[in-house]
């Protein structure tokens, strides 16, 4: 199979628990990765700490497993430092908008060509199910054992709001999809951002009564609608579910971070500069 | 791989220490910085967004100086020569990610301008508080070299240094300078008519194949070839403990045999990494031994004591880390009396102390509170002691 050229199949099986959805992300983005035009050797894919982040490990790029939360600002230095790198970031909840929600808003503020990857399952699942900032209130979680009184975020608004040029939501129900939203992200010139719901069977389901896999799939596809659909809805309507799709895509690679870099070199260089 | 480069002209420039080491970054091959204000270390952030475009070279002001530290990490595997600066409160925030740096081996500088601390303390007066930070700051074992210019000229000269070492060895290595060597101003020589030696990094082979690439080889001179991101190799980086291959492996042999590498591949070869200088005669029964601004007070009180027929002589070190432990206990058979002047509550004496092992007296004079030392405390020491 052509996807196999981007597994390590030597570091296989994966360490994610049965039923985990990580493994679906995975499986999609290699398709993508595979419809891409991109070059495999000129493609480097970084990750932080949690189950997310041993997907660098399978895959066959030059990889950066880095510390908690900063894969963001190491791929920044990686991109800059050779913006003819593709630079992609896998991340998980915990990892992204926690510890590393900074990074993320100022890569997105800075429109800088990173391709985001947050695998989202509302959960610590390496520590054994604690918060995230993507809980739901009211969840439970090994450090919520009455319930989370956190809000959690919206991510799409989150990127949004700081500048994100390319914001897409997809969900392991459907991989075909998730395919189709990594495809479109890797093509887009600026910084784009894919959360991707999975689901966690082990560490957030069992706390919460969720059922097995199968069943949290069914629960995504309940709780989401198809970005389009979403917006003929009644605002209340908009609020009990989760649009999935491209949401937001602005084509303006001049303003790219690396490009109007090399705008200021072009600057520095010229006759009577500092 | 060496290469010389040879610049003709010779360059007169009053300059601070802060610029200084932009201009010695600059001569060493530095195309990236990323980092994050700091006082009193915002003026070396300042000189490389004005002089890296210039080279096509890249500035990146960052987020945070966790990210600045990350970033520089980055640049390091993508294949440039990469360096960061700030200041006390901020090195405490880069640690974890210069342990990790030190453990995927990515060759890269840190600056450390210091200034009083704990926390934010005293942010425009000079301090030697981040001694000990600079070695053990970080969670594990590990090793680090730290080098401290006590001028301009010795900023620009071991900035030049950090960036070869950095690069000879695969190892993260941090320049502790001091608020007032920073922002001293000193009439310095560029790129004086010697040759400046370049070391860049030792990577694969041309005939090397990607697919028998070892990232972490075990080498005979321990120091494996590293591979430019992007360049066809395609190999894993991880902060876990890693096989020869790169990729993670919990075996506790596995973890033994890579932290004995990378102290080994620093400690086989401290003769390259240790620079100290000296003036001690076969009389002097007393040596002032510093380092850094406080190397400048105690020459000036070893001299003028010296006018008075006071045995004196002064040891400076320029590498603070690893310490050097022989030449110290070398300096201990020689005379009767160390005195360490310190900008802090006394850490480099406690290293004084471990390597002399009770051969000579270690007194100390300790200033921790913004104020230099002067040349008088010492002296007055010296002639107590004699």
């Known amino acids: ?274 | 791989m060496k290469t010389k480069i040879f610049k003709p002209e010779k360059r007169a420039v009053l300059l601070q220490g802060d610029q200084a080491v932009v201009e010695g970054a600059l001569a060493a091959g530095v195309e990236f910085f990323a980092g994050y204000p700091i006082t009193p270390a915002s003026e070396i952030a300042e000189g490389f967004a004005r002089e890296l475009p210039k080279i096509g070279g890249k500035f990146l002001q960052m987020e945070d100086e966790i990210a600045g530290m990350a970033a520089v990490v980055g640049a390091s595997l993508a294949g440039k020569k990469s360096i960061t600066a700030t200041s006390g409160p901020g090195f405490a925030l880069k640690q974890e990610n210069l342990g990790f740096a030190t453990m995927v081996e990515a060759p890269l500088v840190v600056v450390n301008v210091q200034r009083v601390g704990p926390s934010t303390g005293l942010p425009t007066s000079p301090s030697q508080g981040d001694l000990m930070q600079t070695r053990w700051g970080r969670n594990g074992d590990q090793e680090i070299i730290a080098l401290a210019p006590a001028s301009v000229a010795e900023s620009y000269e071991l900035t030049i240094k950090a960036v070869n070492l950095s690069e000879k060895f695969r190892q993260p290595v941090v320049l502790l300078l001091d608020e007032v060597i920073g922002h001293l101003r000193e009439k310095i020589y560029l790129n004086d008519s010697e040759e400046i030696e370049i070391i860049n990094r030792k990577r694969p082979t041309a005939d090397q194949d990607p697919k028998s690439y070892l990232p972490y080889q075990q080498t005979d001179d321990l120091i494996p070839p590293m591979a430019d991101y992007g360049s066809g190799f395609k190999y894993h980086t991880s902060g876990l403990f890693h096989d020869q291959s790169g990729f993670p492996d919990g075996k506790k042999e596995t973890a033994k045999l890579m932290q004995d590498r990378l102290h080994n591949k620093l400690h086989n070869n401290l003769e390259q990494i240790i620079f100290y200088q000296k003036d001690i005669r076969n009389d002097d029964r007393v040596a002032v031994l510093s380092y850094g601004s406080t190397a400048r007070t105690a020459i000036s009180a070893v001299n003028t004591g010296r006018k008075d027929n006071l045995k004196a002589g002064w040891f400076k070190l320029q590498t603070v880390w690893p310490f050097a432990e022989r030449e110290v206990a070398k300096l201990a058979a020689q005379v009767e009396t160390i005195i360490v002047p310190e900008l802090n509550q006394g850490q480099l004496i406690r290293e004084v102390e471990r390597a002399v092992a009770g051969q000579a007296r270690v007194l100390g004079i300790n200033s921790y509170a913004g104020e230099l030392i002067k040349p008088e405390a010492i002296r007055d020491l010296m002639e107590e002691v004699l």
């Not at chain 1, 990750?47 to 791929?75: P, Q, V």
Request: with cysteine; proline share 4%.
């Open chain 1, 1 to 274: 199979m052509e996807t196999e050229k981007y597994l390590r199949m030597d570091k296989l099986p994966h360490i994610w628990c049965p039923g985990c959805g990580h493994g679906t992300i995975l499986n999609s983005f290699i398709r993508a990765f595979t419809e891409s035009d991109l070059d495999q050797d000129k493609t480097v894919v970084i990750s932080g700490i949690g189950c997310s982040g041993r997907a660098t490990g399978y895959l066959n790029f030059d990889t950066l497993h880095t510390t908690h939360g900063r894969a963001i600002a190491f791929a920044t230095g990686v991109k800059m430092a050779n913006p003819n790198l593709n630079v992609i970031v896998m991340t998980g909840d915990g990892d992204g908008t926690a510890i590393g929600g900074n990074h993320l808003i100022h890569a997105a503020r800075r429109n800088i060509d990173l391709t985001v990857i947050l695998f989202n399952n509302q959960i610590y699942g390496m520590t054994g199910g604690q918060f995230s900032p993507m809980t739901p209130p009211s969840d439970m979680a090994t450090t919520a054992p009455y319930g989370n009184i956190d809000q959690n975020f919206d991510l799409a608004q989150l990127v949004e709001g700081a500048g994100g040029t390319f914001i897409a939501r997809g969900a392991t129900f459907d991989p075909r999809q998730l395919k189709r939203l990594y495809l479109a992200a890797l093509k887009h010139k600026g910084f784009s951002f894919v959360e991707s719901f999975s689901q966690c069977p082990v560490s957030y389901g069992r706390q919460n009564g969720s059922g097995d896999a199968v069943e949290m799939l069914k629960s995504q596809k309940k709780n989401t609608v198809d970005f389009k659909k979403w917006q003929q809805l009644s605002t209340e309507k908009k609020q009990l579910l989760y649009p999935l799709g491209i949401l937001k895509e602005v084509d303006s690679p001049e303003s790219e971070y690396t490009v109007r870099y090399k705008k200021i070199i072009a600057k520095a260089n010229q006759e009577g500069a500092l």
